[in-house]
């Protein structure tokens, strides 16, 4: 089975000039845990919740749990009031993204997808042709491909 017969093509991503409070809402109204970022077609990186977890602890310096329910409002789209979760809330995706991608081709199959995210300890994999993003294969993809192949 290849890749693009299982693949979602409608892709949700980000810009890398988008907010992390843009990117925070997008993760959450859309259920999912991680987007590629596209810049011009191509795939210049990855955003995760790891990352958003990790951009809270590098540019918050959470002290106190005032803090965290300011964080909490923001995340849910509250209130963007004070400084620390202002400057967190106006990040760009290009400073706390990851910027080391692995795409797979379209081409490929389903083993050599469980394999790239098996060694790579990663949950998605950006589909690319000709350098620019077509689709997005994810673990849950792959597993519900396995399924139908039993039946």
Known sequence: MKI????????????PDESFGDIVEKLSRNGISGMP???????VGVITQTDIIR????????NDASDIRSISRMLKGRDISGERVKKIHGKKVK?????????????????????LI???????????????????????DII???ERMEN
């Open 118 to 140: 098996n060694e790579n300890g990663i949950d998605r994999l950006p589909v690319v042709s000709r350098g620019k993003l077509v689709g997005i294969v994810t673990k849950k």
């Open 95 to 115: 400073s706390i993204m990851n910027k080391r991608v692995i795409t797979i081709s379209g081409e490929k199959s389903l083993y050599d997808a469980a394999k």
């Open 55 to 62: 951009g809270i602890d590098i540019f918050s310096g959470l």
């Open 4 to 15: 693009r017969d299982i693949m979602s093509k409608k892709v949700i991503s980000a810009g």
């Open 144 to 146: 519900r491909a396995m």
């Open 37 to 43: 970022v596209v810049s011009g077609g191509k795939v």
